[in-house]
């Protein structure tokens, strides 16, 4: 499975936006980048995916670099309720395997 | 739409006991994964079930653990001869549609605790 990096955690303050990195630098050209996140005591929650084009939904944006060798996902106005897990998955189902990989992800703290 | 259903939510027992944790998918969700999640960690994936197939585990997966998912609705993790190491959080997520654009939906897991 293609490994993604994220920075073990960042720190942001209530309504400012964040830029959640990732990279993927061996990402190939069959791999999705998918974000989930976990809040606490909670099961992952599904946030964002996209192939190459930036992505927007109503939780989040993400933006893809044009080398796909790196992503950001974008919360536009953090809440305290946003606190949580985030997760980065490059996901191939073409290899032959769809599990999700896991790593451990960048946890967020919201400031008030 | 009810969401993933997970029973019990806590489980405390003692080493060697066997457990047996429940998921209910959400409904028509013929995808189903279970996961384990220790502190600090992301989940780790241990297998998944199209429909009542079981298509893939984890190598990591000793022969202590095993699941089911009869008539392709609700599945079942059992653990034989718990051991102190297997204290995590299980979890079990359902999708609809298998393929590139795939949501996964978490339950909010099982809490083992094996003393």
């Known amino acids: 499975d293609a490994k993604t990096t994220q920075p073990n955690s960042m720190e942001s303050n209530e309504e400012e936006p964040v830029h959640l990195p990732c990279n993927h630098s061996?990402?190939?050209?069959?791999?999705?980048i998918h974000w989930y996140r976990q809040l606490p005591s909670q099961g992952p929650e599904y946030v964002i995916h996209?192939?190459?084009s930036n992505v927007n939904n109503r939780m989040a944006s993400l933006a893809i670099a044009e080398d796909r060798k790196s992503s950001t996902l974008i919360l536009h106005r953090a809440t305290l309720r946003d606190a949580a897990v985030y997760y980065c998955?490059?996901?191939?189902?073409?290899?032959?395997?769809?599990?999700?990989?896991f790593g451990k992800g960048t946890k967020l703290t919201v400031n008030p | 739409d009810t969401g993933v259903s997970q029973n019990p939510r806590h489980k405390i027992t003692k080493r060697g006991q066997n457990v047996t944790f429940r998921c209910d998918p959400i409904s028509e969700h013929n995808r189903l994964y279970w996961y384990r999640q220790t502190l600090g960690q992301g989940p780790e994936f241990l297998t998944y079930?199209?429909?009542?197939?079981?298509?893939?585990k984890s190598r990591l997966l000793s022969d202590r653990f095993s699941a089911e998912r009869p008539k392709g609705s609700f599945s079942t993790l059992e653990i034989q001869r718990t051991e102190q190491g297997d204290s995590a959080m299980y979890l079990c997520?359902?999708?609809?549609?298998?393929?590139?654009?795939?949501?996964?939906?978490f339950g909010s897991g099982t809490q083992l605790s094996v003393l």
């Open positions: 996209g192939l190459t």
């Open positions: 998955i490059l996901r191939d189902v073409q290899g032959g395997s769809e599990k999700l990989v």
């Open positions: 061996t990402i190939s050209g069959t791999d999705y």
């Open positions: 079930f199209q429909n009542e197939a079981q298509l893939e």
């Open positions: 997520a359902s999708s609809l549609d298998p393929g590139p654009n795939e949501k996964l939906f």
